[in-house]
């Protein structure tokens, strides 16, 4: 292996977090180097796929190099299940997570000891850029299970030291319980649910910014600016942008340092990150707005080649850090919707809704089609704060909005505003768009 890492993590920045770009450099292209030949050497599919392009790991001598590998595309993966893009015997792989697999075959990815103590590492970074310290009570409310957000979590957590309640999602009423008890200094959990938690706050006539919380990480689905503003002001608390994806090693790919809130670092020292035209796949300059993909450059199990994440963002320098910041994911490709022409993003919908006082962050985005014609419907709550006015503001508020949409995003939208509990809360990641368009 090209790097020795242990599990414990240390309470302070890593040196390597604040190294020259020649340093992180020097290092990204000795890493490359050895997971080219690690997957060629093992893994059928990336030989195969080197043989057919005409590169072979030996051409490699710079980072410019990577761009004339081929891609890596979710439909590899999928055509690999279970076990096929193992690159060690899987006698060797102490845990596989899977993707829910809601659109066909699960994407299914494993992990050696070594990944493991590299994923845990890289998540206590993430803690500790969000502000998170040795000895602080974590609650990680993300699900435990095949999904890596749970256990991603709890591990990191481990590792910087920190006492982790392992509570998983759901039961909102003892998450209010156990946070009001146990008093933990950090959350871990999906925005979405991160609301539904306040609500249940209110329900039971507590302040949220009474609460003992002091920073939460927050994942695994689109969440806007507008959306942080929300959560920090409910629960007086931080509310940091913590990425990642379970092909890649799962939450911990990229994180927000709480003094900038500036974008997310890319650990740069473990993950390769590129920019490339959705449409062409060209690669794009730093800069420039376009689809992410990964080179994983240490992990052993399932080492990963420019892997198309779908997920729109752009790349810039660092900050708060010396490696490279990623934009906040607001989209990605699959869920831009388009109406009648016009890209849309539920994100920005989004934005727009939690502009409007008398509107609550629960939403749900229709889309269907009428006499060949595209039409989005927004469905959104009321704030339980003016449930008592809704018959009077719910066409004037619906009016607002369908405004601002048109007006900010071009595109026409019918708004219906529905009393407070109408719209399904999500105990994970929320689903804020229903397709009910039929299938050509
Ligand atoms: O969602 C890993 C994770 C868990 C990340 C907890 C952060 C916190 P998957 O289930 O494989 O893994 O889904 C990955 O979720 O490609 C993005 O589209 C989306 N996503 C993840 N984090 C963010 C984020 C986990 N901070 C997919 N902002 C990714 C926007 C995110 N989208």
Redesign the pocket.
């Known amino acids: 292996m090209v790097m020795t890492e242990t599990v414990t993590a240390s309470a302070e920045i890593e040196p390597i977090e604040q190294a020259s770009r020649d340093e992180i450099s020097a290092l990204q292209v000795a890493r490359l180097k050895w997971t080219l030949r690690h997957a060629y050497d093992n893994v059928a599919h990336y030989r195969r796929a080197f043989d057919a392009a005409g590169v072979h790991p030996d051409d490699v001598k710079s980072l410019d190099d990577l761009s004339r590998f081929p891609t890596t595309t979710k439909d590899d993966l999928r055509e690999s299940y279970p076990f096929g893009m193992f690159a060690v015997p899987r006698t060797q792989v102490v845990r596989v997570h899977a ?2 697999g809601t659109t066909g075959r699960p ?1 299914v990815v494993g992990y050696t000891r070594a990944d493991i103590a590299v994923w845990s590492r890289l998540m206590a970074r993430s803690l500790r850029a969000g502000g998170g310290r040795p000895n602080d009570i974590v609650h990680i409310a ?1 699900g435990y299970g095949l ?3 749970g256990l ?2 709890h591990y990191g957590a481990e590792a910087l030291g920190c006492t982790v309640v392992p509570v998983s999602g759901g039961q909102t009423e003892r998450q209010v319980r156990l946070i009001r008890d146990f008093r933990p200094d950090i959350i ?1 959990v ?1 925005p979405s649910y991160m609301l539904v938690i306040a609500e249940e706050f209110r329900r039971q006539g507590l302040d949220p910014r009474a609460c003992s919380l002091r920073t939460g ?7 806007s600016e507008a959306m942080r503003r929300e959560i920090e002001e409910t629960f007086d608390m931080h509310a940091i ?7 890649v090693i ?4 990229s994180c927000e340092c709480v003094e900038t809130k500036d974008g ?1 670092h890319v650990w740069e020292d473990h993950f390769y990150p590129e920019i490339v035209d959705p449409a062409t796949g060209e690669s794009l300059p730093d800069g420039q707005r376009g689809e992410l993909l990964f080179t994983t450059l240490t992990k052993e199990a399932f080492p990963l080649i420019r892997y198309r ?3 729109l963002s752009r790349l810039s320098p660092g900050t708060a850090r010396t490696m490279r910041r990623m934009d ?3 989209g ?1 490709s699959d ?1 831009m919707l388009i109406i009648r022409g016009v890209n849309l993003f539920p994100s920005q919908v989004e934005e727009l809704i939690l502009a409007d006082d008398r509107l609550a962050p629960q939403y749900l985005l229709e889309v269907d089609r009428r006499d060949h014609l595209d039409t989005l419907d927004v469905v959104v709550e009321v704030k339980p704060a003016h449930a008592a006015d809704y018959d009077q503001l719910r066409e004037p508020a619906a009016r607002d909005l369908a405004h601002h949409v048109k007006s900010m995003v071009g595109v026409t939208v019918s708004v219906r505003v529905v009393p407070v509990g109408t719209v399904e809360r999500s105990m994970g ?1 929320a689903r804020r768009v229903i397709d009910k368009r039929p299938r050509d």
């Not at 990480?217 to 969440?223: M, R």
């Not at 942008?241 to 379970?246: A, I, T």
């Not at 799962?250 to 790919?253: A, D, F, L, N, W």
Request: glycine letters at 16%.
């Open positions: 993707s829910s994407t993300y999904f890596t957000g991603g979590a871990m999906t990480l927050f994942g695994a689905e689109p969440w942008d913590l990425y990642g994806l379970s092909e799962g939450p911990g790919v997310l994440t779908r997920d906040k994911v607001t990605r869920d990641k």
